[in-house]
């Protein structure tokens, strides 16, 4: 089994709610990413940016797909000072 290659920028990653444990593949040039936790009231996307943070040693944030299993992610800045 390969390591999956972790992203550099913007990127995209489909969602599957409702999964048995939290991972992330990368298939046919698109992170999938199985996660947990319901997507109801919020609770998959709070759990997919608890997941990726941690995956990556860096914070991130959904810049789209609120509503959709489609999002695209980006790096939070780091703040200076």
């Known amino acids: 089994m390969t390591e999956t290659p972790k992203p550099t920028g913007v990127f995209k990653v489909k969602v599957k709610p409702n999964a048995l444990r939290n991972e992330i ?3 046919q040039g698109i992170y999938k990413a199985s996660i947990a936790a ?3 009231k919020n609770k998959a996307n ?3 940016i608890k997941f990726l943070s941690k995956w990556l040693g860096r914070k ?3 810049k789209s797909g ?3 299993r489609e999002k695209l992610i980006s790096f939070c ?3 200076t000072g």
């Open 25 to 27: 593949r990368f298939e």
């Open 38 to 40: 319901p997507a109801d």
């Open 46 to 48: 709070k759990e997919l």
């Open 60 to 62: 991130v944030a959904i």
């Open 66 to 68: 609120f509503t959709s």
């Open 77 to 79: 800045r780091q703040s």
